[in-house]
């Protein structure tokens, strides 16, 4: 598993792992959990534009749908074909081969959460 | 009478204005009765150990009492009525009493029960069962303009009576939707208000309860369609936000307790 203390993370149970100029985003263990048994995922396509807080995709579980923001602004340069053929990797792996998106960066990164500040609001 | 909790205050007022004139009283208990149900194959064994433990006695034996009909009886000493119904197309007790004593049932229903499986079950728990059990629901399925026939709820109503409170709504309507019950492909559930189309992408009916179905493996669906496309076997489609995910009209209940 990454080091969860190396991720960024937003409010809308995102975790970030940013890498000069990219970034690999997923969603918590957390927010899969709260989500339950995914069976879907809809994922944007490669080179489309992003922005921060827009909905780019959507995670469908047993018990609802829920909505992927994208955390960053910048382009898709990567999506993970593995995923959307198994969405119960979602659940099983959150933080490595569930991730999701990954976006070329464009302009200055938002504020983020750390890892102790995601955990305290979570924790709430 | 039990209403379903959002038609609480319509079913109060309707019955106080069909009373009056009547030496009739009615009451609204709501707010002082508590509702527990148990449900599933194991709840009279659960019950009969309240019974051995001297805290459930009812005032006829549990297991004479049939499908849908109610006893009197008492838990701890307070009066206690059994219900051998539920909405979860299982067999199961509905046992209401005051609100104190609630907590207390509860308990001993979830110590009793620990070693049968039982355990604490939330709404969306209640709403896969009925549905599997093509159960329809009230703000789903049933609304005030639906007629009986269009539910497939014919059969709760006895038209051979001249005449009755609603007789003229409890006749089929010509040409309206009927409820059918959907299989569809894959893991993605087909929601309430999704459209239901015909092979050409035509919309003909509309969802009214999906879930996908834990017991079955695929998406089941309760939706309302006109009537040339009700027959089991027809092939439809529903779209999931965009997406035509291909389904079949298959016969109710989808799953039938053995």
């Given at each position: 598993m990454s080091d969860l203390t190396t991720l960024k993370y937003t409010a809308e149970h995102e975790w970030l792992l940013i890498d000069g100029g990219t970034a690999t985003v997923g969603i918590t263990d957390y927010a899969a959990d709260k989500l339950g048994d995914v069976v879907y995922v809809d994922l944007p396509a490669v080179g489309t534009d992003v922005e921060a807080g827009k909905v780019v995709g959507e995670i469908e579980s047993t018990k609802s749908v829920g909505e992927l923001f994208a955390?960053?602004?910048?382009?898709?340069?990567?999506?993970n074909d593995a995923v959307v053929d198994a969405p119960d990797l979602v659940n099983s792996s959150p933080f490595d081969d569930g991730w999701l998106i990954r976006i070329t960066l464009s302009g200055d990164l938002p504020t983020l959460l750390s890892r102790d500040e995601y955990v305290a609001l979570t924790a709430e | 009478m039990v209403a379903n909790a959002g038609n609480r205050q319509v079913a109060f007022e309707t019955l106080a204005k069909r009373a009056h004139g009547f030496d009739v009283t009615v009451d609204d208990e709501s707010d002082d009765t508590a509702l527990i149900a148990i449900q599933g194959p194991e709840a009279e064994g659960v019950l009969d150990e309240l019974i051995t433990q001297d805290r459930l006695a009812p005032d006829s034996p549990l297991a004479e009492l049939r499908y849908y009909r109610v006893l009197q009886g008492t838990f701890d000493d307070v009066p206690v009525l059994v219900a051998?119904?539920?909405?979860?197309?299982e067999d199961g007790f509905e046992l209401y009493l005051d609100n104190e004593t609630a907590p207390s049932l509860w308990r001993a229903i979830a110590e009793a029960g620990a070693s049968r499986g039982v355990v604490p079950a939330g709404l969306a728990s209640r709403d896969t069962l009925r549905l599997e059990a093509g159960m329809p629901l009230y703000g789903h399925e049933l609304g005030?303009?639906?007629?009986a026939a269009q539910a497939g709820?014919?059969?709760?109503?006895?038209?051979?009576?001249?005449?009755?409170?609603g007789r003229d709504n409890a006749l089929p309507a010509e040409g309206a939707r009927v409820l059918v019950g959907l299989a569809l492909e894959g893991k993605r559930a087909a929601r309430a208000e999704y459209p239901v189309l015909d092979?050409?992408?035509?919309?003909?009916g509309e969802v009214t309860s999906g879930a996908l179905s834990p017991t079955l493996g695929h998406p089941v669906a309760m939706a309302y369609v006109d009537p040339d496309f009700s027959t089991v076997g027809t092939a439809l489609g529903v779209d999931v936000r965009g997406t035509t995910i291909p389904a079949t009209v298959v016969a109710l209940p989808f799953y039938k307790r053995s």
């Amino acid at each position: 598993m990454s080091d969860l203390t190396t991720l960024k993370y937003t409010a809308e149970h995102e975790w970030l792992l940013i890498d000069g100029g990219t970034a690999t985003v997923g969603i918590t263990d957390y927010a899969a959990d709260k989500l339950g048994d995914v069976v879907y995922v809809d994922l944007p396509a490669v080179g489309t534009d992003v922005e921060a807080g827009k909905v780019v995709g959507e995670i469908e579980s047993t018990k609802s749908v829920g909505e992927l923001f994208a955390p960053v602004l910048g382009t898709v340069l990567a999506i993970n074909d593995a995923v959307v053929d198994a969405p119960d990797l979602v659940n099983s792996s959150p933080f490595d081969d569930g991730w999701l998106i990954r976006i070329t960066l464009s302009g200055d990164l938002p504020t983020l959460l750390s890892r102790d500040e995601y955990v305290a609001l979570t924790a709430e | 009478m039990v209403a379903n909790a959002g038609n609480r205050q319509v079913a109060f007022e309707t019955l106080a204005k069909r009373a009056h004139g009547f030496d009739v009283t009615v009451d609204d208990e709501s707010d002082d009765t508590a509702l527990i149900a148990i449900q599933g194959p194991e709840a009279e064994g659960v019950l009969d150990e309240l019974i051995t433990q001297d805290r459930l006695a009812p005032d006829s034996p549990l297991a004479e009492l049939r499908y849908y009909r109610v006893l009197q009886g008492t838990f701890d000493d307070v009066p206690v009525l059994v219900a051998r119904t539920g909405y979860t197309g299982e067999d199961g007790f509905e046992l209401y009493l005051d609100n104190e004593t609630a907590p207390s049932l509860w308990r001993a229903i979830a110590e009793a029960g620990a070693s049968r499986g039982v355990v604490p079950a939330g709404l969306a728990s209640r709403d896969t069962l009925r549905l599997e059990a093509g159960m329809p629901l009230y703000g789903h399925e049933l609304g005030l303009d639906t007629r009986a026939a269009q539910a497939g709820l014919g059969r709760v109503v006895d038209l051979s009576k001249d005449e009755f409170a609603g007789r003229d709504n409890a006749l089929p309507a010509e040409g309206a939707r009927v409820l059918v019950g959907l299989a569809l492909e894959g893991k993605r559930a087909a929601r309430a208000e999704y459209p239901v189309l015909d092979p050409a992408g035509v919309v003909v009916g509309e969802v009214t309860s999906g879930a996908l179905s834990p017991t079955l493996g695929h998406p089941v669906a309760m939706a309302y369609v006109d009537p040339d496309f009700s027959t089991v076997g027809t092939a439809l489609g529903v779209d999931v936000r965009g997406t035509t995910i291909p389904a079949t009209v298959v016969a109710l209940p989808f799953y039938k307790r053995s």
